[in-house]
């Protein structure tokens, strides 16, 4: 198994009940990990519940921005690891309650620096940010790691300051403590089963869909690099066992991201979805209405320095990445008390392709 290091370990997932969160928090299980999430999130449709996971951990609802409860936490569970994915996550919502942004997004990762701080043995901490935390020039080579920081709105905004307060919590702390390291991991554009979040293309068309209504696009000629969530989430597990056993990679800052013939346009996707769901419907919006919110026109991630240090690189091609994604809500309608196994399934598949590769 390539990640026999997590099992019997103590790991803290924050944001576990989100989309990439619960994606990490069932694979941490089937790993045998001891998972700890840490979450305030309310959620009625969700990934985390439809997995039925809150059984399966210690489920503290605990919300980040709350410094005291979470530092208490953190050091009474004495985790081997923790993967920090708590986030205000959605663009358009950055725009409508930019505050809650940015303390979630940038206050609520410094909470999380200040309690690790206080942890008295070796813990190895993956800090979640976002392809948009680069200033977006709409340039056609990939971002590197290196590239200047920005944001022209308040979610991408947030998550380039949550880089600048983790960098200077590195140099100033976490570099003279032997006991910590720390990640940071930049992944972007993420679909797969199980996200049921407002204004994104994968949820929004499955949930118009599953209606028989059409579904709305507002940018149907934007290019995105699409990337099945087992493949940010899998980085992620990767880079922890890597950074947790070479000193060499701490403070060290990754891209994740598809090849790049994965960059299509939100029409394609569609048109490629279209073959796998029996009713398909969508219209485009007016584009002199579309003026409520920037968004960028294309993203791309150069992903050398992963593939060079830490041996990583995508395995899913498009077509994998788009039927692995419907596959798994049709089966959600059609028996989600199968879900849970289904999900399984595909992580062990992702798996496969994985040691195949290696």
Same mark, same amino acid.
Request: hydrophobic fraction near 35%; charge should be positive.
């Given at each position: ?146 590239? $200047? +920081? ?5 979610? @991408?905004? *947030? &998550?380039?300051?949550? #880089? ?6 590195? !140099? ?28 994104r293309l994968i949820p929004d068309c ?30 992620? $597990? +990767? ?5 947790? @056993?070479? *000193? &060499?990679?701490?403070? #060290? ?6 090849? !790049? ?65 419907i596959n798994w809500y049709k089966k959600?309608?059609?028996?989600? &008390? ?21």
């Amino acid at each position: 198994m390539i990640f026999n290091n997590f099992k019997n370990k103590k790991v803290i997932v924050t944001g576990h009940t989100g989309f990439k969160g619960s994606w990490l928090t069932l694979w941490l299980l089937f790993l045998g990990a001891k998972v700890t999430g840490i979450s305030n999130q309310k959620i009625n449709l969700s990934n985390f519940n439809a997995l039925k996971l809150e059984k399966k951990i210690q489920d503290l609802k605990i919300d980040i921005k709350n410094l005291k409860k979470l530092k208490k936490a953190i050091i009474s569970k004495k985790p081997d690891y923790i993967f920090h994915l708590a986030a205000q996550a959605l663009v358009k919502t950055s725009f409508e309650q930019p505050v809650e942004t940015f303390i979630t997004n940038s206050i609520g990762t410094l909470n999380i620096l200040e309690s690790v701080k206080a942890i008295k043995k070796k813990c190895t901490i993956i800090l979640i940010t976002s392809d948009k935390s680069y200033k977006n020039l709409e340039l056609k080579r990939g971002y590197k790691e290196n590239d $200047l +920081l920005g944001g022209y709105d308040p979610y @991408s905004a *947030s &998550k380039a300051s949550a #880089e600048l307060i983790i960098q200077s919590y590195y !140099q100033s702390y976490i570099k003279k403590n032997k006991n910590l390291q720390i990640g940071i991991a930049r992944a972007g554009n993420v679909i797969g089963g199980g996200d049921w979040s407002k204004d994104r293309l994968i949820p929004d068309c499955i949930k118009s869909w599953s209606k028989n209504q059409k579904v709305t696009l507002r940018n149907p000629f934007s290019t995105r690099p699409w990337q099945h969530v087992l493949e940010a989430v899998g980085a992620y $597990l +990767l880079f922890a066992k890597k950074l947790n @056993s070479n *000193s &060499k990679l701490n403070g #060290e800052v990754f891209n994740f991201g598809p090849k !790049q013939q994965n960059n299509i346009t939100v029409l394609k996707v569609i048109k490629k979805m279209q073959i796998l769901w029996k009713k398909v419907d969508w219209k485009l919006i007016n584009k002199r209405r579309n003026n409520n919110f920037y968004e960028s026109k294309l993203l791309q991630l150069n992903c050398n320095k992963a593939k060079q240090k830490l041996n990583w690189s995508s395995v899913l091609n498009f077509e994998e990445t788009i039927s692995m994604t419907i596959n798994w809500y049709k089966k959600f309608y059609e028996n989600p &008390k199968e879900i849970k196994n289904f999900t399984l399934s595909q992580i062990k598949f992702y798996e496969k392709q994985l040691g195949k590769k290696r």
